[in-house]
């Protein structure tokens, strides 16, 4: 018998300063057994620091055409095709062509990230950034994920304060470009 994905709520409060957003949600994110818990929060992470009107999280892990994140307009056409970990060349170029616009979010090494995917070809791969955050930051708040989470996540200035089911973390999002 397969093992089946375990499900994790998290009630959010985001405070984007740098972009004024300031929004409360509620997430159900599904993660899938081959998943880590640090794969699943870069994910949560993505979706806040990209939050917009037609985000939504794809079927994850286990979604082979479509990236962990998207967003789509009103119409349904794909505007953000937004990745996480460290995902292959082909997929960045179908998405950066599908798309108005790319992203990868890693919990691994950045420089690990953009060695594997230097000198292949990715469509308009100097608009997309890739965005880190600390490993200890990440290892530790991955640390303290329950089945239900309450989440504070506040953004000023490329620095991210994160307080998860009562503990507290900070970190900056640092930001490379693929070309």
Same mark, same amino acid.
């Given at each position: 018998m397969a093992i089946s994905a375990t499900l994790h709520n998290f009630a959010v409060q985001l405070a984007d300063i740098d972009r004024d957003v300031y929004q409360t949600l509620e997430? &159900? !994110?599904? %993660?899938? /057994?081959?998943?880590? $818990?640090?794969?699943?929060?870069? &994910?949560?992470?993505?979706?806040?620091l990209e939050y917009q009107e037609g985000i939504a999280f794809s079927e994850g892990i286990s979604a082979t055409d479509e990236p962990a994140v998207l967003?789509? @307009?009103?119409?349904? %056409?794909?505007? $953000?095709?937004?990745?996480?970990? $460290? /995902? @292959?060349a082909e997929r960045l170029h179908r998405g950066s062509k599908l798309a108005g616009r790319a992203a990868v979010y890693t919990h691994r090494d950045p420089v690990k990230v953009l060695a594997q995917l230097a000198g292949k070809r990715i469509? %308009? $791969?100097?608009?997309?950034? !890739?965005?880190?955050?600390? &490993?200890?930051?990440? @290892?530790s708040a991955a640390a303290v994920i329950e089945r239900r989470n309450t989440v504070t996540v506040s953004i000023t200035e490329r620095l991210l304060y994160? @307080?998860?089911?009562?503990?507290?973390?900070?970190?900056?999002?640092?930001? %490379? &470009? !693929?070309?």
């Amino acid at each position: 018998m397969a093992i089946s994905a375990t499900l994790h709520n998290f009630a959010v409060q985001l405070a984007d300063i740098d972009r004024d957003v300031y929004q409360t949600l509620e997430l &159900r !994110l599904a %993660r899938h /057994p081959s998943e880590t $818990a640090e794969f699943m929060l870069t &994910r949560l992470l993505a979706y806040c620091l990209e939050y917009q009107e037609g985000i939504a999280f794809s079927e994850g892990i286990s979604a082979t055409d479509e990236p962990a994140v998207l967003v789509r @307009d009103l119409t349904g %056409r794909l505007t $953000a095709w937004i990745e996480v970990g $460290a /995902p @292959d060349a082909e997929r960045l170029h179908r998405g950066s062509k599908l798309a108005g616009r790319a992203a990868v979010y890693t919990h691994r090494d950045p420089v690990k990230v953009l060695a594997q995917l230097a000198g292949k070809r990715i469509h %308009r $791969a100097e608009t997309i950034g !890739l965005y880190s955050f600390d &490993r200890d930051f990440i @290892d530790s708040a991955a640390a303290v994920i329950e089945r239900r989470n309450t989440v504070t996540v506040s953004i000023t200035e490329r620095l991210l304060y994160l @307080d998860l089911n009562g503990t507290g973390f900070s970190t900056a999002v640092e930001e %490379r &470009r !693929l070309g």
